[in-house]
């Protein structure tokens, strides 16, 4: 069995390691089943117990990904007459947008072990507070050309068969424009991102049709006069998540080879000429569109072992033995990846 099936799928998991206290944000028909799961909800059920304990023990545990799905391949089923019963929302033409992504209908349910039976339990006392999501960017100054949006003006591209809660919205409409809604950020991550992205408007580099990186469109803030910022908004790389380093495979032609090459060296080139460091260098972070260009992403900073060292992170120096690399990776015949951005190095 898998972690997702045609009718549900986790969105989201928290966990905590000393309380063993578990929530899942199960998605269903567009609507959200927060399941919450803790010590005291095991009466008389010691074995359930103790095979819970060990896979929120193993979460953080390096094959932490197989956990997930065989832990949701545990909980979900006592769900799953609950799930069948749910009705669909009308279609009613309306656009979704990122709000009923992040706010969406919501049941809530406490899994109780009793005599080693689950039991799913409507909880009528759910902490419904919520926590501001997004991070806060204090006093940082954005560029002033660049928009402020909140989730309710960020449109959904949904497909067929999709619902507002189904996945987290990536490609996404704003003012009429397709963009890659960017989230998932630490403080320092989005900071340098943001950073960097204005030096490169100040610096004219935005303009510029050699520095091949994506256009900054804007941020979107959770809520209006809120400085939480839940994502940034970059033009879309129509490219299907495909990164070079999925792209090099055997049969590419050396002068296509050449093309990735320039086009990526001339973006570092520029970009270190007007004082601006890419940071995480490496094949993961160049997209290869569909007319088979290459676009520079990621300034969120940080490194990945085996392009850049760590004592050169984010330095000119790092970023130019990580595009050594890349340039050698270019023209290695060998170790090509199958397969889009499934198998990235992690960056630190
Ligand atoms: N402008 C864009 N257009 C289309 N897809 C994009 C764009 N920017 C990023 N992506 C997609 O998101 C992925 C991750 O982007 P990025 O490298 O900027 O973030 P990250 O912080 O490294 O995230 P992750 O840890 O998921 O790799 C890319 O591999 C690509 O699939
Ligand atoms: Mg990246």
Request: net charge negative.
């Amino acid at each position: 069995m898998t972690a997702s099936s045609p009718i549900w799928r986790v969105q989201d998991i928290l966990y905590g390691r000393h309380d063993l206290w578990a929530r899942l944000d199960i998605g269903c028909k567009g609507k959200r089943f927060q399941v919450e799961i803790c010590p005291k909800n095991f009466v008389n059920s010691e074995l359930s117990f103790t095979k819970y304990a060990r896979f929120i023990n193993d979460m953080f545990g390096h094959d932490w990904e197989t956990t997930y799905n065989e832990f949701y391949d545990w909980i979900v089923p006592p769900f799953l007459p609950i799930l069948a019963e749910i009705e669909a929302p009308p279609l009613d033409g309306q656009a979704s947008t990122l709000r009923d992504y992040l706010n969406p209908e919501t049941y809530y349910f406490q899994l109780h072990f009793i005599d080693e039976i689950m039991e799913p339990r409507c909880d009528y006392n759910a902490r419904r507070t919520l926590r501001e999501p997004g991070v806060d960017i204090g006093d940082f100054a954005l560029h002033p050309s660049w928009g402020c949006f909140t989730p309710e003006m960020v449109q959904q591209c949904l497909n067929e068969g999709e619902y507002s809660y189904s996945n987290y919205p990536r490609k996404v409409c704003v003012d009429g424009k397709l963009c890659f809604l960017k989230d998932n950020y630490t403080k320092r991550g989005l900071l340098r991102e943001l950073d960097t992205y204005k030096k490169m408007e100040t610096k004219g580099l935005s303009n510029n049709a050699q520095v091949r990186v994506p256009q900054f469109i804007g941020v979107v803030y959770a809520a209006q006069d809120c400085r939480h910022v839940i994502g940034i908004l970059i033009s879309l790389v129509d490219c299907d998540n495909l990164t070079l380093s999925c792209a090099l495979h055997d049969e590419v032609t050396i002068s296509q080879r050449r093309k990735w090459e320039e086009q990526v060296t001339t973006t570092v080139e520029l970009l270190h000429e007007a004082d601006i460091i890419w940071g995480d260098v490496k094949p993961d972070n160049v997209l290869v569109d569909r007319n088979e260009d290459a676009w520079v992403i990621d300034f969120g900073g940080g490194y990945t072992p085996g392009w850049v060292a760590k004592e050169h992170m984010e330095t000119m120096e790092g970023d130019r033995d990580g595009l050594s690399k890349i340039k050698d990776r270019i023209y290695s015949h060998h170790g090509s990846e199958v397969g889009r951005a499934s198998q990235r190095d992690g960056t630190y």
